[in-house]
């Protein structure tokens, strides 16, 4: 491609710059050049939310945002949210619950649990179920997904959405 | 309970969790090339030539001609090619690839390339289809004489659709040779299968080829068969090039090209005495394989030796083929071909009862297997079976019978009233390999090895070729071990396999994970104990080591040439109700409760345990309702998850999942076949709960909205 160009932007919480084309997806630079294999690709269209990150703060589906739409932005993945106080919280119910089996969709689902604690801390099962509704999963049939996000429900301050003092903001 | 049966948290979900765990597309080596397919535009014909644009330095082009053994990958037949030759038997059948260093530069040098053909009628679907590979016939008792003597005789069809596995990770090898050596790693459930493909495809022995499972992120059986295609590309580019080789399908390439659930058409014809007894069957069951045979004798197999499903019919005859057809070969999907005899079977109930004015549990119950029932094969059932106490157990939870009984009084479609309904059905799993198949073909081996450890006297580490693949075997078979040998569960290491490594103790299929081979880690494990105690100095360095193969206990009886005897060594059971909703003006169908009772012996572990049954049991109702998958103009009607939908958190409520207590003499602690139940009850139920709220016996599935406005309009 002759028309690349530099990318900057934030990602987990530090800046960075990438070398970058038109066509490429988000999914691509974070996987390829950012080395961050957490996002994961299960299909490539947007339809099982495996590949959740946040923009700006907002749940999206990088496989659906070209990489040039990010410029400036606030990008982060699970590698990121993982240095926060809710990750374990979050990942420990998921543990405790049963919610993970083969675990390819496993970051995303945290990434959706995530954004749907952080608007509303104590969901109902129906908010928990449509919160949940853009990702897929094959193997659990979800049961102890939901009550892996209903055991982390009441457990977390909005605090914990931030990295801890001295890391990077995410 | 028995005490392993408490749960434990899994030890791989931290990795997994936070994204750290490794998958085939995360792997990175240097210098390595990618590799694209190119694939046919017509469903059927005679390839007359293939045009191929000048290939730039460092691409190569593979083909069928890059396999010194044959091109074709073993999956039980050997006759699925890697790569066309002189036809094409479906749409999308790759005729050749592209290896290059630039991943995007492969798949456009690929869609450069065309081919000029002849082409020849197609078949699309099992309605049309005239030859076959397979042709199975068993006969039990003495079906003509019931059906000469019947005073009535009632037949009916029933049709099941096409079901992709949508495991969530897509299929994905990367191949390298070195040193006259071949090396796989991949997403796979059965490395012993890769390896011997490999082997007869390249003419290498078994020393010069490793295959090595990555993480698997979910398989259903969908990972069994196409792994040994896959696989074989690679390797082949690998060979050519000399460099590794990654290929990692993207979703819809793999929705195109992968095998999924064999679609099938069950005529049954029934036979019943003037006193309503039914006394015979006489069952037609095709299942539609596809362009090759790869696997489908076997899964027909399953499918004719369970026709009947739960129930003992004394006089039965049964004819079985595998259909051929022109899409993707039909491949292995969790329950193997019971999913649609077990299907048919129920709705065949359902439907006698209406014929013979029951209630579908009332005569249901009349014939349910019974201890020293014979099997359709005419095989003992020679273990309790509970389903006394099961039906007992589901009345309580769903209330079943008195809400049949409400909805049945009630009046059925109106504008305004959501039209309700409930369904029960029974399911039967024998688990392991069918007939002799423990014994003559797996041959099974385990191995367990203490070694020395600086944080404990010795660890013991388990070394058998069985894959985790999200369903919990990395936990429960440490648990048999670690409970057999009474050491803490951190102690037992279990990795994933490299046949360089471990021995072969078979594939991760048929339920036979826990059942076969945990049986095999128990004993090993006792007598592993013994061993260290004797030992004088046991471990100075050296591992001690236990290996155990499995022998098929005496007192089953099978005759591969007739299909008798005892096909499965042990049985599971279960009970399943569902219950709908449905939108009289839309007809969509909502399901508002699921519940079910199994028999697995005893659980391993109880939270993996209902891992796997409300995962099977969405997987199973979204097989009856909204999973549809077409050959539409010869291609495949559905290739993304846009177009194909699986079930998500909107989908189904959670199924209230109970079990009973009911040990099996031959597997370990107790327990036996678990992962393919929950796969064989819950679409029967489905459907009778439809035809309940609807007033019509539905008799094929996915039962749409689309479906229900045609047939009830």
Excluded at chain 1, 103 to 121: D, E, R, W
Excluded at chain 2, 454 to 471: C, D, F, H, K, W
Excluded at chain 2, 670 to 689: I, T
């Amino acid at each position: 491609m002759n028309n690349n160009f530099t990318l900057s932007f934030t990602l987990d919480g530090r800046p960075v710059s990438f070398n970058s084309s038109p066509d490429k997806r988000l999914l691509d630079l974070l996987r390829e050049d950012a080395g961050i294999t957490a996002v994961r690709e299960g299909c490539g269209e947007g339809e099982c939310g495996a590949c959740s990150v946040f923009l700006d703060g907002m749940l999206v589906n990088s496989c659906c945002v070209p990489a040039v739409n990010v410029a400036g932005c606030n990008v982060t993945t699970i590698e990121g949210f993982s240095r926060t106080a809710a990750f374990k919280i979050i990942s420990e119910s998921y543990s405790e619950a049963g919610a993970v089996q083969c675990g390819f969709c496993t970051p995303g689902f945290i990434m959706a649990s995530a954004a749907l604690l952080q608007q509303n801390p104590e969901p109902t099962d129906d908010e928990i179920r449509t919160g949940l509704s853009g990702n897929l999963c094959r193997c659990t049939g979800y049961t102890m997904i939901i009550d892996a996000v209903r055991l982390a429900a009441g457990k977390l301050k909005p605090t914990d959405f931030s990295a801890p003092d001295g890391d990077d903001n995410l | 309970m028995h005490k392993i049966s408490a749960s434990v948290n899994r030890s791989d979900a931290y990795d997994k969790i936070s994204g750290k765990a490794e998958y085939v597309s995360d792997i990175q080596y240097p210098d390595m090339l990618y590799m694209s397919f190119a694939t046919a535009s017509i469903q059927h014909g005679k390839i007359l030539k293939i045009n191929i644009p000048e290939i730039p330095d460092g691409f190569y082009i593979i083909d069928g001609k890059d396999f010194p053994g044959r091109n074709r990958a073993t999956i039980v037949a050997q006759d699925w090619p890697f790569f066309a030759e002189d036809e094409v038997l479906y749409y999308g059948q790759p005729l050749l690839a592209v290896a290059g260093p630039d991943p995007a530069e492969c798949g456009l040098l690929c869609s450069s390339i065309t081919a000029e053909y002849e082409e020849l009628p197609a078949v699309s679907v099992i309605e049309d289809a005239v030859d076959f590979f397979n042709d199975y016939s068993i006969v039990k008792g003495e079906p003509q004489k019931a059906f000469d003597s019947a005073a009535m005789i009632f037949e009916n069809s029933y049709r099941t659709g096409i079901q992709e596995q949508a495991y969530m990770e897509p299929q994905g090898m990367i191949a390298e040779y070195k040193n006259g050596v071949l090396t796989v790693r991949g997403s796979m459930q059965c490395p012993f299968y890769i390896r011997n493909s490999l082997m007869n495809a390249f003419a290498l022995d078994a020393e010069h080829v490793r295959v090595i499972q990555t993480e698997t992120g979910g398989a259903f059986g969908g990972k069994e068969d196409f792994p040994s295609v896959l696989a074989g590309q690679a390797a082949a580019a690998a060979i050519k090039s000399g460099k590794t080789v990654k290929v990692i399908l993207d979703r819809r390439f793999d929705m195109m090209h992968t095998p999924k659930r064999h679609p099938s058409l069950i005529d049954i014809r029934t036979a019943v005495d003037n006193s309503g007894k039914i006394t015979a069957m006489d069952i037609d069951c095709k299942i539609d394989a596809g362009a090759y045979q790869s696997l489908s004798g076997v899964v027909l197999e399953r499918a004719v030796f369970v026709c009947t499903g739960a129930y003992n019919i004394e006089n039965i005859s049964v004819r079985g083929r595998t259909m051929k057809t022109n899409h993707v070969p039909s491949g292995a999907f969790r329950g193997f071909g019971g999913p649609q005899s077990l299907f048919a079977a129920e709705m065949n109930m359902y439907f006698l009862a209406e014929q013979l004015e029951l209630s579908p549990l009332d005569l249901k119950k009349r014939y349910l297997f019974k201890k020293n029932d014979h099997s359709v094969t005419s095989g003992i059932f020679r273990d309790d079976i509970k389903f006394d106490e099961m039906i007992r157990m589901i009345e309580d939870s769903s209330d079943y019978s008195n809400k049949w009984e409400k909805y049945n009084t009630a009046s059925k479609k109106s504008k305004n009233n959501l039209m309700k309904g409930i369904g029960i059905s029974f399911a039967a799993h024998g688990g392991a390999f069918t007939g002799n198949g423990e014994q003559e073909l797996i041959k099974s081996l385990v191995k367990l090895s203490a070694e020395p450890s600086s944080t404990a006297p010795y660890n013991v580490r388990i070394l058998v070729s069985n894959v985790e693949m999200g369903q919990g075997a990395s936990l429960t078979l440490r648990k048999i071990v670690a409970e057999t040998m009474k050491l803490p569960l951190e102690r037992i290491i279990f990795n994933r396999p490299d046949t360089l490594e471990v021995p072969d103790s078979g594939p991760t299929v048929a339920s036979r994970t826990i059942m076969i081979v945990g049986k095999l880690l128990q004993d090993a494990a006792a007598d592993l104990s013994i061993k260290l105690q004797t030992a004088a100095a046991p471990l100075s360095g050296k591992p001690v080591t236990v290996e155990k193969r499995y022998v098929h206990p005496e007192e089953f009886k099978w005759d591969e040439s007739t299909f008798t005897g005892d096909a499965y060594p042990g049985y599971s059971w279960s009970v399943n109700v569902v219950e709908v909703e449905i939108d009289p003006v839309t007809y969509e169908t909502h399901v508002t409760g699921s519940w079910a009772v199994y028999d697995v012996g005893t659980a391993i572990d109880m939270k993996v345990l209902c891992g796997q049954m409300q995962g099977g049991t969405a997987q199973s109702l979204g097989y009856a309702s909204i999973e549809k998958m077409q050959i539409l103009n010869g291609k495949p009607g559905q290739a993304s998850f846009t177009d194909y939908t699986i079930p998500t958190t909107l989908d189904f409520p959670d199924t209230f999942c109970q079990f009973i207590d009911n040990p099996y003499r031959y597997g370990p602690f107790g327990a036996k076949a678990a992962g393919e139940l929950p796969n064989e009850g819950p679409a029967g139920a489905f459907a009778a709960a439809v035809s309940q709220a609807v007033g019509k016996i539905i008799t094929e599935i996915p039962v749409t909205p689309e479906k229900l406005e045609v047939e009830l309009g």
